[in-house]
């Protein structure tokens, strides 16, 4: 397609009607100062093939001049090789007419001339509904360049939209694949999967589609169930009441039959034999416990006599040895006594002995203290010559002097030596002398030559008294009261025992008593064995009591019975009046085929999501194959305006990363003109997909270069200027002077002279 | 002298068939309770004027007073014919049961229930020792008394039970045991039986009759009565003969393509003469290409218009998208990828949705054909 002629009167600011006439192939360029209407005039040119005619609301009011007014907007352009005009009135009259300029005549008007203008718009596309998105991919409005290609999902719903700028793109991809045909089939498929699972599950897919299929099916399915509960509930109320009416019935007839009178007769009275029976063997069975008891006293009193006699002559045997023992103790404490009665070295004389001895010692120590020492100190010729008392005294000899001494020393004299105190030391030499004869007066009294055999003897003497003690102690255990009294008790048991040995019964005689209290034994268990427990025994007593009383009711409980099975059959009736347990089979059936349903209906959505779940996925994969075309048609631009560069892609066709040299950057952190600037190859790189793919879409940019500086803008002018791939382009820009250089179709905008004429 | 009797059994009357569509399991309630009329003109045309029903003539005790009204007017209307119903696992004579009710709404003139165990004259040299169940299990063979069942001498003995012959098998649906020499044992000249709703011959003279009209899908030849005479005391003929309006079968084939099907269609016409009569449940092994299950979709339809039901099972068919398959996808393009990873899943038994994977794939070459073919058009 390329455009022609742009023509627009009632729209926006133009109030009046302005023309842009003669627009050529190849580059061409619009050149006006700010304010002038550049956007408008690219309004007009979307609202020409893109608005419907019939449009209302904010839409038609965007549309209107601030003066009010229908707006006008006409096109002519180049299609399938044939000169078209379409022109649309907005607002009151809304009429949209397509003319065939060629052959001077109107082609289509209204609905059906947007939608053949769709169809020669989207020419290669081979779907109306691309048009939309094929213009708006390559018809760029200002600063619109930076933003990706619009997405396939509708920003309000969140759901996927049938034909967006996306899905068009990857259609001109896949056309440039090869794969135009499994393109369209894959679209047509996804489609029907979409609305087959649309009629099944809610538009996000996470529940059950009310009213639809499946949501009927379960609804029906659970109302069957419920309906069937409530029959399985009368169904099973009326099996028990069978079953009741059976057993009362089974009751009845028993009562009522003769043969079963008589039965139950029969049954009592063999019931009371048995009865009678068990009372007599239980008397007797009683009786001869009693008896078994008996004979086994018996038993152990005479065992007990033999016990008893046993324990007497063991008792004699240890009394006896008693006896013995304490005879000869009774000598020994005897004697002992004797010897110790006899004994004058008690402790107590032992103890005076050892006082005398002190008080000798004491009054000779004290002599001594009083004295006075004479030394004889010799020479060899005096020996013989120094006596005392006439007796000679021995060289080196040492006295002591308590009172006086004459010293006798032949041929010289008498030498008379005194202590100083003679008088005190002769009290004291009477003092220790009288101390001297108590000692031994004492010692002479006791027996004994010195205090160490006085010593020896009070030991010996502890000794017996020792002995005299155990002994005494031994006594008191054996005999306590003494050994005629345990004479006197050895001899009551001896005659105790005489007297039992009398009495002894003979060890045959117990062996038969014995014997008899087992066979009594025996046969109280054979009794027993014959006789019922006492718990069946007052069973057997019950039932007998029972039936005699059932026996006398009899009549009564007829009647009762009568009325019980009347009531049951009634109400039998009634239910089967009700007939509601009667569908429970109807209704099991209808729940199989319920079930089945839904279950069918499951496995189909689950299917069908399964399938939908697939599609996308492959479409994912396939979609970032489906880059690699537009990589290579960007490449060369890319070289153009900034040498070795790469541009990388999201899965939306949005730029992602420059790749310069070794450096990568996000397109999000690059300069706002860098990214205008890519932005606008990008769609170059668009418009040569759609023109390779189809019928060329003109490419229509708005102000593209904003933030672009010189060197830039040089580079990029030069590269439109050689955009051989892209048969018409059209640049709306404020900035005349940069465009001045750039060997291009120079538009203007002048009036629509003929517009009333037109209309 | 002879005697001439039709001898039929496991009527279930009242029989819903709700697992069917609505319209079907109408036809075959409604081609149930037609029997009564047929086996008249039937005993008719054997000189009979006895119809021994061997148990079960209702399908459940709890039929409604309606249906019940219905079927004995259907034998009233047969007016020469006396109709002897003995009660069977699904209709037990209980106390205060089913045929009390009956009792209650009216029994015709010509219809005699057959409620006791005790000797019933049938014509003047034969009497009928009938067996009526009580419960759904008496526990107990019914037919033991027809061993001490005293008869005068030239008498012919005609025993009616219903239950499993022992030795049989437990193909019977009761629980209720019957000797299998019952009647050696008690000089019986036939004893006719039911329970087993094929017809099947037990000893020379115990013989099943089958149902007169199937009702399920096992293959044990239902659909007829026995007609059947007695010379004296001695059983001269059993005579088979066909009832039933609707046929039931059950096939299994095993297919690989297309090519399968006449054979499958060949197996149908052996099984019935009248197709619109058959309700036919085939069970569908082996594996189909995509475009031979879009190919059994189709079969499916118009076999379902000509036969009376066709239900196919055929979970058991693996799903193989072949070359030409994956060339009517676009070969290369983006749904013969979408196939291939279907089919990989479908293929793996282990797969926890290889079901399902199966179900999409072939819903996928079935919106891909619709797709072409809108294009087309």
């Known amino acids: 397609m390329k455009l022609r002629a742009l023509r627009v009167a009632n729209f926006r600011r133009f109030a009046a009607p302005v023309a842009v006439e003669g627009i050529a192939d190849g580059l061409n360029v619009l050149v006006g100062p700010n304010e002038m209407g550049k956007s408008t005039l690219f309004d007009a040119l979307e609202a020409a093939f893109l608005t419907r005619f019939k449009v209302t609301g904010a839409v038609l009011d965007a549309m209107r001049p601030y003066a009010g007014g229908d707006p006008i907007v006409e096109v002519d352009f180049e299609a399938a090789g044939q000169r078209w005009r379409i022109r649309k009135q907005f607002g009151r009259g809304a009429t949209a007419i397509l003319t065939d300029i060629g052959a001077g005549r109107a082609v289509a008007r209204n609905a059906e001339a947007e939608d053949l203008l769709s169809r020669l718009a989207a020419r290669g596309a081979g779907r109306a509904d691309d048009a939309a998105g094929r213009l708006g991919l390559v018809w760029i409005r200002q600063k619109r360049a930076l933003l990706p290609p619009t997405p396939d999902t509708d920003p309000g719903s969140g759901l996927p939209k049938p034909r967006g700028e996306q899905a068009v793109l990857l259609d001109a991809i896949a056309n440039e694949v090869g794969a135009a045909v499994s393109g369209d089939q894959f679209e047509g498929v996804r489609a029907k999967v979409t609305s087959a699972l649309n009629v099944l599950l809610t538009p996000k897919r996470t529940g059950i589609k009310r009213n639809g299929p499946l949501d009927l099916a379960r609804q029906a399915r659970d109302e069957i169930r419920g309906r069937l509960d409530e029959a399985e509930a009368a169904a099973s109320v009326a099996q028990n009441r069978l079953d009741r009416i059976a057993t009362k019935a089974e009751e009845l007839a028993v009562l009522q039959s003769p043969e079963a009178r008589k039965q139950s007769a029969a049954h009592l009275a063999g019931l009371e034999q048995r009865l009678e029976a068990q009372k007599h063997v239980r008397t007797r069975r009683d009786l001869q416990r009693e008896t078994a008891k008996a004979r086994e006293a018996e038993l152990a009193a005479a065992s007990q006599v033999m016990q008893s006699r046993k324990s007497l002559l063991e008792a004699l045997t240890l009394k006896r040895q008693a006896l013995g023992e304490a005879a000869a103790l009774a000598d020994d404490i005897r004697r002992l006594s004797e010897e110790l009665n006899r004994e004058p070295v008690t402790p107590a004389a032992l103890e005076r002995l050892l006082t005398l001895d002190r008080a000798r010692d004491v009054a000779a120590a004290e002599l001594k203290g009083q004295a006075a020492v004479v030394t004889f100190k010799l020479a060899p010729s005096a020996d013989g010559n120094v006596t005392i008392a006439g007796a000679p005294v021995p060289a080196g000899t040492r006295i002591d002097v308590p009172g006086e001494i004459a010293i006798d020393i032949k041929g010289v004299g008498t030498i008379v030596v005194a202590s100083a105190n003679a008088d005190r030391g002769s009290d004291l030499e009477q003092r220790r002398i009288a101390a001297e004869a108590a000692l031994k007066d004492a010692l002479d009294t006791l027996g004994v030559v010195s205090i160490d055999a006085a010593r020896e003897r009070a030991a010996s003497r502890a000794a017996k008294v020792d002995g005299l003690a155990k002994a005494r102690a031994r006594m008191a255990a054996l005999a306590p009261d003494g050994v005629e009294k345990l004479r006197d008790e050895v001899n009551a048991l001896d005659a105790r025992l005489g007297r039992a040995a009398a009495a002894q019964p003979a060890v045959d005689a117990i062996e038969t008593l014995a014997a008899a209290a087992v066979e009594a034994r025996a046969a109280y268990e054979t009794l027993s064995s014959g006789a019922m427990t006492d718990q069946a025994f007052d069973a057997l007593a019950s039932e007998c009591a029972a039936l005699r009383e059932k026996e006398s009711r009899r009549d009564a409980e007829i009647a009762s019975l009568n009325m019980v099975l009347a009531n049951l059959k009634g109400e039998q009736a009634g239910a089967d009046e009700d007939g509601k347990a009667a569908q429970a089979d109807a209704l099991k059936g209808e729940l199989e085929r319920a079930t089945k349903e839904v279950q069918r209906l499951e496995h189909e959505a689950q299917a069908l999501r399964y399938l939908e779940a697939t599609l996308a996925k492959i479409e994912e994969g396939a979609r970032t194959e489906f880059v690699a075309p537009l990589v290579r048609r960007l490449q060369p631009y890319l070289a153009q305006i900034f040498g070795d560069a790469e541009l990388g892609f999201t899965d939306g066709f949005a730029p992602e990363r420059l790749q310069r040299g070794s450096v990568s950057e996000p397109v999000a952190a690059l300069s706002d003109g860098t990214r205008e600037q890519l932005s606008v190859l990008v769609r170059l790189g668009f418009a040569e997909l759609l023109a390779s793919g189809g019928e060329a879409v003109p490419l229509v940019l708005d102000d593209p270069f904003v933030y672009s500086d010189d060197r830039r803008l040089e580079a990029l002018k030069t590269m439109l200027a050689r955009l051989n791939a892209i048969p018409q382009t059209i640049i709306l820009t404020c900035r005349e002077e940069a465009f001045n250089s750039l060997p291009s179709h120079r538009l203007t905008l002048g009036a629509w002279s003929d517009a009333k004429t037109a209309s | 002298m002879s005697i001439r009797f039709i001898h039929t059994a496991d009527w279930q009357l009242g029989k819903p068939f709700r697992q069917f569509p609505p319209g079907l399991a109408g036809e075959l309630t409604a081609a149930r309770l037609a029997v009564v009329p047929r086996i008249a003109a039937l005993a008719r045309g054997k000189d009979a004027r006895h119809v021994l029903v061997a148990g079960d003539v209702f399908d459940t005790e709890r039929l409604s007073n309606i249906d019940l009204r219905r079927a004995f007017e259907h034998m009233a209307e047969q007016n020469d014919i006396r109709w002897l119903l003995l009660p069977g696992n699904h209709d037990p004579s209980r106390i205060g049961g089913l045929w009390e009710r009956i009792a209650r709404l009216g029994v015709p003139e010509n219809v005699t229930p057959l409620l006791e165990a005790a000797p019933y004259h049938l014509a003047p040299d034969a009497i009928l020792l009938p067996a009526p169940l009580t419960s759904k299990n008496p526990g107990r063979d019914p037919t033991e008394w027809m061993d001490t069942a005293a008869t005068a001498p030239g008498i012919a003995r005609i025993g009616l039970a219903h239950g499993s012959v022992q030795g049989f098998g437990s193909e019977g649906e009761s629980a209720v045991q019957i000797a299998r020499d019952r009647a050696a044992r008690a000089g019986l000249a036939y004893l006719?039986?039911?329970?087993?709703?094929?017809?099947?011959?037990?000893?020379?003279?115990?013989?099943?009759?089958?149902?007169?009209?199937?009702?399920?899908?096992?293959?044990?030849?239902?659909?007829?009565?026995?007609?059947?005479?007695?010379?004296?005391?001695?059983?001269?003929?059993?005579?088979?003969?066909?009832?039933?309006?609707?046929?039931?079968?059950?096939?299994?084939?095993?297919?690989?393509?297309?090519?399968?099907?006449?054979?499958?269609?060949?197996?149908?016409?052996?099984?019935?003469?009248?197709?619109?009569?058959?309700?036919?449940?085939?069970?569908?092994?082996?594996?189909?290409?995509?475009?031979?299950?879009?190919?059994?979709?189709?079969?499916?339809?118009?076999?379902?218009?000509?036969?009376?039901?066709?239900?196919?099972?055929?979970?058991?068919?693996?799903?193989?998208?072949?070359?030409?398959?994956?060339?009517?996808?676009?070969?290369?393009?983006?749904?013969?990828?979408?196939?291939?990873?279907?089919?990989?899943?479908?293929?793996?038994?282990?797969?926890?949705?290889?079901?399902?994977?199966?179900?999409?794939?072939?819903?996928?070459?079935?919106?891909?054909?619709?797709?072409?073919?809108?294009?087309?058009?």
């Open chain 2, 192 to 377: 006719a039986l039911g329970d087993w709703h094929g017809t099947k011959s037990i000893t020379g003279n115990t013989w099943y009759s089958g149902t007169p009209e199937p009702d399920r899908f096992p293959d044990n030849e239902p659909g007829h009565v026995l007609a059947v005479a007695i010379e004296g005391e001695r059983l001269i003929e059993v005579q088979k003969i066909e009832s039933a309006t609707f046929s039931w079968s059950k096939m299994q084939h095993a297919v690989r393509s297309l090519a399968d099907f006449p054979a499958i269609e060949r197996a149908i016409s052996t099984r019935t003469t009248t197709p619109r009569t058959l309700l036919l449940q085939l069970a569908l092994s082996g594996s189909l290409s995509l475009a031979d299950h879009a190919a059994l979709d189709k079969w499916r339809e118009t076999w379902s218009g000509k036969l009376r039901h066709l239900d196919i099972d055929a979970s058991g068919v693996a799903v193989e998208a072949d070359a030409e398959d994956i060339g009517n996808l676009g070969g290369s393009g983006a749904l013969a990828d979408a196939a291939r990873h279907l089919m990989a899943i479908a293929a793996d038994r282990t797969h926890p949705e290889h079901e399902i994977a199966a179900t999409a794939l072939v819903r996928l070459y079935g919106f891909a054909a619709e797709t072409e073919r809108e294009a087309a058009s």
